[in-house]
Each structure stands twice: as structure tokens, then as C-alpha cells.
């Protein structure tokens, strides 16, 4: 197939403007040395997974204990045995916030993998194929990925109910559309790249080309989108849980704690039940944005101005 | 370019199509049989088929899509499963609400947010550039319920001005009055907008700034305002309209968690409702009418770009 065959087929009009953006301008060296910002990030986000894996046994209460059970204690303002105060059910924001780090940074990595599994393989799946296939493929995407995402889940979650494994499938297939058209765009550009063409003549089947031409020369880009596409989960698993249609209770995570606890903000004593959880989630997400818009910028690309 | 655009809003309207398709039987997959849900477990089979027929839930879904189409055209959406009441009722008191806040948040945030850009733009690498792509690269990143309690805290608590939840009717209330009743929650919006719109503008005024004419103005010595102002904005207005209408697009969920999360009655609590009551009449109604917006909106931005761009218009 010539190069001017494998253009000519259908691009969505928007694909023009971004085309060529995603390669990185240079080739990236092969150790990344953080700055300031960098390492910002990457000491937040630690902390963060640190808390997610042990949060559940270093936590001082279980997830619904009560701190003070024989006293009246609604958005207690912090004091020894509940260093972040109570919330609306009396019970211990420090624990909660521990036990919901897990679940709340779980679930989003979880979705993000499966967005990726499912976006990369049809993604450059569709680049490699026939330009029919790849139209047709294309053409649903677009469909989906035109719906407001926060819409789709709202839907699914109004048919089957919320849990875990239904949030994390929900969010996989909805944020995989995006990953879909990188993949694609990176797999069709790569493809008319001469060491590509170089490689066909040669007479290297279709697995080969996939992971010894392309894949090495899609990492990096996909590698960044993929700290992106994290952050965008994060926030759609947590706004979902906001809007109480995502993780149940008793179950904490942070999104919820933010719905349960809005009482605080015009009643109680204390407003730390909203913030923490909300400052949790902030803090995780901007950490994420910071390493990736550092690696970006050291790897000479430009995913940092898509953001 | 006609033809261009012509294609484009065929495509447009295929989309519109799919979508509803979605809506319809991804919600259709709902357990439990509507009539069964509206009448309650002591009915009758009778009375359930009759209300079904009623309903025309004996229907093939075919035709059951069809009819629901045809009606959302006239602009009827059905009557409410969780209460009877007709749809049209429930948002006819709640709609004001949410195009109010939307449409000034528009009306404040985009401007300002643009102006912000494109003077970013215009001193790159300066202290004042430096500073704002840092806070913006942190709000991008934080969820609108984050920006809400920073503001609920500085204005409700520290300055004691305003309530952190949104009370009250609108009732009658002028437009200074509505303004300051709905201070929070645009606010709230208007950061969570400023945040992209910064960025993306900042960029499309400096991708303008890098072609070869503008570096002619400059070697000829022309002033850098100038420049600015007379040739590089006259070409950067498609991207910035490209800009604006996405990120309008990007407003619908915004609208959704901001109304949740200052409690006042719009669109947005409604299809919140409708999916904690299973109403799936008013969620395929409402989620019709959002996405509408969204996809409109998309449509708006793409045939900006297009027309903005004189390689689109006229292709080789």
C-alpha cells in the first residue's frame, strides 16, 4: 500500500490540527533528571501510593469506628484520638481518608490500565488495518468519544448499579475512547515512516512491525498521555462519587467523603471533613500534572500544551 | 468550504442520531419493568399491562425508539416515572437556573480568562507568564468541588460574606440580585474554565507568533503590540473560537457538580435524581437535552477551526 492510499482515507477534520503534535521534537535521552517541579510531584504522588497501600493497616480506626463512642461528636474539630476531627457520623476523617486513598487511587489506576489496554490494541489495531475496518472503527469511536463522559457514566450507573468492578469497566471503556485516537494517530504516523516501509519490504510480518518499529517509538508518547489519563479518571471516578453514584456507603473514598460531609459547610464545626478529602484528591491529581509536564518538557514534547 | 462544512454537520448529525441511540437503550437495559416501577408491587397484572400498553412498552423497541424520537422533536419528553408529573413541568421552573449560571459564567470567564492568555502570550517567559501557566497547571488538574470549598472557605468563612449553600427563591429577584444569589457556584465555574482557557489561548496566540509572516513584522521592526494585535489575533480568532466552544462543551459536567455541590435546583440535580430513582424517562430525556448542548457546542468549535484554517478550506 502506498502512502498516498493510507491518507486518503477518512480523518476525523479535527485529527489535522494535532497530527505531527505528538512525536516528541527530539529524541528523549535516556535519563530523565527531575526538577524542582519534577520532584514536587513525585514526593506528593509517593506519599499518596504510600498511604494507598498501607493506609488500611497504619490507619489509627477502622473505616466506620467511631473515635468517641459514648459522645455526641458531629464535626468535632480535631483533638487527640481523632487528629482530623469526626465527621458527619461521628466517625474519624484521619481513617476514613487512609482507608479511601486505596479505593479511590485503586480504582482510577485500575480503569486507566484497562483504557489503555483496550485503547492501545484497537488503536493501533485499527491503524494497521484496512482503511475500511478503520474507518468503521473510527467512526463509533467518535460517536462515543462526542458524549460528555460524565453523562455515559451517569447512564451506565442508572442500568447496573454502582460498585467497584462496574466503575472501574465504566471508566475503562469510556476514557479508552481517547486513548483510541492517540494510538491510532501515533500507529498511522509511525507506519509511513520510512524505517517502517523499510521493514515491509523486507518482509517482517505484522507482529514484528507492531513491536519491534512501532511500539518502541509510541511509548514515550503514550507513556506521558497515560499520567494524563489518570488525572482524568481520578476526577471522573471522584465526581461520580460525589454526586453519590459511584463507590456506596459505608465504603469511604474520597469523592463520597466530599458528598457526605457538605453538611460541615453550613452547620458544623468544623469544615475539615470537606476539605481533606477534597484537598486529597487536589493534591494527588496537580502532583500527577506536575511529573508529567515535566517529563514533557524534558523529552522535548508537546503533550504538556494538549493539557 | 460549504461542502466542508455541509459534511461536517451531516456528520454532526449522525452523531446527534448515535447518541440518542445510546440514550435510548442504554437505558433500556435498566432492570426492572417500568410499569411494574411506576405502579408498585401490589398491581394487578392487568393493571400493568394496561399501563405498559399505555406506556407503549408492548411495543417493539424499534418502534418504541422511533415514537420517543418523534416526541423529543416536538418537544415533549415524556411524563416522569418517580412522580407523573410531565417532564417539560419539572424543567420549566429548574432550566432558568442552570442557563443563568452557565451563560454568565460565559458572559465573566471567558473574557477575562482570554485576556489573561493572550497577555501571557504576548510577554512569554516573563515572571507574569510563568506564574499564571503554574496556577493554571494546578487548577486544570483539581476536581470543581476542590475550587468550591477553597471559595466557600475564603468568602463564607474568613470574609463572612455570601452562604455556602445557595438558598432561597429567585423569584422576582433583579439581575445584580441573581448575581450575587449565584456569586459561589459561577465563580466556581469560572475558575474551572479560566484554568484551560488560559492555557489553550495562550498557546494558539503563540503557535500564530511562530510563523514565518509574523517573523517578517518582526525583522522589519515592527512594535511587538502591534504586531499582536494587528497580525497575529486576526489569525488566531479561529483557534480561540475552537478554544471557547470546547471548553464551554467541558462545562457540562462542571454544571453537574457545582449544582450537587451548592445544592440549588437545576438540570443538573434533576438527571441526579432521576439516576438515584431510576426514572429512566427523565434521564433519557435530560441526558438527550445535555448532550444535545455538548454536541452543539463541538460542532461550533470544529467548524471554527475549519474556517479559520486556509490548508482545511482548501485542500490539495
Not at chain 1, 43 to 64: D, K, M, Q, R
Not at chain 1, 120 to 135: C, E, F, K, L, N
Not at chain 2, 222 to 238: D, E, Q, S, W
Not at chain 2, 242 to 260: H, M, P, R, S
Request: aromatic share 10%; hydrophobic share 50%; net charge neutral.
Amino acid at each position: 500500500m502506498s502512502n498516498a492510499q493510507q491518507n486518503d482515507h477518512y480523518v476525523a477534520p479535527y485529527d489535522a490540527g494535532v497530527s505531527f503534535d505528538e512525536l516528541p521534537d527530539s529524541a528523549p535521552s535516556s535519563r530523565y533528571s527531575p526538577s524542582w517541579t519534577g520532584w514536587l510531584g513525585i514526593s506528593v504522588v509517593s506519599f499518596w501510593v504510600f498511604i494507598a497501600i498501607l493506609g488500611p493497616y497504619i490507619a489509627p480506626l477502622g473505616e466506620n469506628d467511631l473515635p468517641f463512642p459514648d459522645d455526641y461528636s458531629e464535626f468535632q474539630m480535631p483533638r487527640p484520638g481523632a487528629w482530623l476531627g469526626t465527621d458527619e457520623s461521628d466517625r474519624d476523617v484521619l481513617s476514613r481518608l487512609m482507608f479511601g486513598a486505596g479505593r479511590t487511587i485503586g480504582i482510577s489506576f485500575a480503569a486507566t490500565l484497562l483504557a489503555y489496554f483496550i485503547g492501545v490494541v484497537m488503536g493501533i489495531g485499527a491503524a494497521i488495518s484496512t482503511p475500511r475496518v478503520d474507518m468503521i472503527v473510527s467512526r463509533i469511536n467518535d460517536a462515543f468519544l462526542s458524549l460528555p463522559t460524565i453523562m455515559l457514566g451517569l447512564v451506565v450507573v442508572a442500568a447496573v448499579g454502582s460498585s467497584i468492578p462496574v466503575l472501574i469497566v465504566t471508566a475503562g471503556v469510556i476514557y479508552a475512547t481517547v486513548v483510541f485516537r492517540l494510538a491510532r494517530a501515533l500507529g498511522q504516523e509511525i507506519m509511513v515512516m520510512d524505517f517502517v516501509e523499510a521493514a515491509r519490504v523486507r518482509g517482517e510480518g505484522r507482529w514484528w512491525i507492531i513491536t519491534r518499529e512501532i511500539w518502541p517509538n509510541a511509548a514515550m508518547p503514550l507513556m506521558t498521555d497515560f499520567g494524563l489519563r489518570l488525572i482524568y479518571v481520578i476526577l471522573f471516578i471522584s465526581s461520580l462519587s460525589f454526586l453519590g453514584l459511584g463507590v456506596q456507603p459505608p465504603q469511604a473514598d474520597w469523592g463520597s467523603m466530599v458528598r457526605e460531609n457538605l453538611g460541615a459547610l453550613s452547620y458544623g464545626a468544623s469544615v475539615i471533613p470537606v476539605l481533606a478529602p477534597a484537598l486529597a484528591i487536589a493534591t494527588l491529581t496537580v502532583g500527577i500534572n506536575l511529573i508529567v509536564d515535566d517529563i514533557s518538557a524534558h523529552s522535548g514534547g508537546k503533550l504538556s500544551k494538549r493539557l | 468550504m460549504t461542502i466542508l462544512i455541509l459534511k461536517r454537520l451531516g456528520i454532526g448529525l449522525v452523531t446527534v442520531l448515535a447518541v440518542s441511540l445510546i440514550i435510548f437503550f442504554g437505558t433500556k437495559i435498566l432492570p426492572g419493568d417500568a410499569a411494574q416501577i411506576r405502579l408498585g408491587q401490589s398491581a394487578t397484572p392487568e393493571n400493568v399491562a394496561a399501563f405498559r400498553a399505555r406506556l407503549g412498552l408492548d411495543q417493539p423497541y424499534i418502534i418504541q425508539y422511533l415514537t420517543w424520537l418523534k416526541n423529543f422533536m416536538q418537544g415533549d419528553l415524556g411524563t416522569s416515572l418517580a412522580s407523573d408529573v410531565p417532564i417539560t413541568d419539572l424543567i420549566a421552573d429548574r432550566y432558568k437556573n442552570t442557563v443563568f449560571v452557565s451563560a454568565l459564567t460565559a458572559a465573566i470567564g471567558v473574557p477575562i480568562s482570554l485576556a489573561l492568555g493572550i497577555m501571557a502570550a504576548m510577554y512569554p517567559g516573563t515572571v507574569y507568564d510563568r506564574t499564571l501557566t503554574l496556577v493554571s497547571v494546578s487548577l486544570v488538574a483539581a476536581p470543581e468541588f476542590f475550587t468550591a470549598t477553597l471559595l466557600v472557605l475564603l468568602f463564607v468563612f474568613v470574609l463572612g460574606i455570601g452562604n455556602a449553600i445557595v438558598v432561597g427563591s429567585t423569584e422576582g429577584k433583579g439581575l445584580f440580585e441573581l448575581i450575587a444569589h449565584f456569586a459561589l457556584p459561577i465563580t466556581t465555574l469560572c475558575f474551572v474554565i479560566a484554568s484551560q482557557l488560559i492555557r489553550m489561548s495562550r498557546a494558539a496566540v503563540l503557535n500564530v507568533m511562530s510563523s514565518p509572516y509574523i517573523e517578517m513584522a518582526i525583522l522589519k521592526g515592527v512594535p511587538r503590540k502591534r504586531i499582536i494585535f494587528r497580525h497575529a489575533l486576526l489569525n488566531a480568532i479561529g483557534p480561540i473560537v475552537n478554544v471557547v466552544a470546547l471548553n464551554l462543551a467541558y462545562l457540562v459536567t462542571g454544571v453537574i457538580v457545582v449544582e450537587v455541590y451548592f445544592g440549588y435546583n437545576g438540570l443538573a440535580t434533576l438527571i441526579v435524581q432521576g439516576v438515584q430513582t431510576r426514572d429512566y424517562i427523565l434521564i433519557q430525556g435530560l441526558g438527550m437535552i445535555f448532550c444535545l448542548t455538548y454536541v452543539i457546542l463541538m460542532l461550533i468549535a470544529d467548524i471554527a477551526a475549519y474556517a479559520s484554517n486556509a490548508r482545511l478550506r482548501h485542500p490539495k
